[in-house]
Nanobody, 116 residues
Framework: QVQLVESGGGLVQAGGSLRLSCAAS????????MGWYRQAPGKQRELVAR???????LYADSVKGRFTVSRDNAKNTMYLQMNSLKPEDTAVYYC??????????WGQGTQVTVSS
């Protein structure tokens, strides 16, 4: 079964940037729409960015213009470039395929903390 491993999180000041990575153990990015999700304490997991098989992207209003999702199919890796970070972006960030049956297991996520 494909495993997903997120990395690149950390502590950053408001206005700063981070780049997250999502490494897959198999070739899935050309097969599925992929998404970046986040879950803040006490809140439900939300989808913030997705990249479709044709490379087009879609973002939640809360991150539009600040986050950019991309992927490298050859490296089985997806990225989330996060700029102009805000304290409300603080959350654990996860990646996963959208619409996979059966669903892929969630990775451990990567913590992003933005200080004001």
């Amino acid at each position: 079964q494909v495993q997903l491993v997120e990395s690149g999180g950390g502590l950053v000041q408001a206005g700063g940037s981070l780049r997250l990575s999502c490494a897959a153990s198999g070739s899935i990015f050309s097969r599925f729409t992929m998404g970046w999700y986040r879950q803040a304490p006490g809140k439900q997991r939300e989808l913030v960015a997705r990249i479709f098989r044709d490379g087009s992207t879609l973002y939640a209003d809360s991150v539009k213009g600040r986050f950019t999702v991309s992927r490298d199919n050859a490296k089985n890796t997806m990225y989330l470039q996060m700029n102009s970070l805000k304290p409300e972006d603080t959350a654990v960030y996860y990646c996963n395929a959208i619409g996979a049956l059966p669903p892929l297991p969630w990775g451990q996520g990567t913590q992003v903390t933005v200080s004001s």
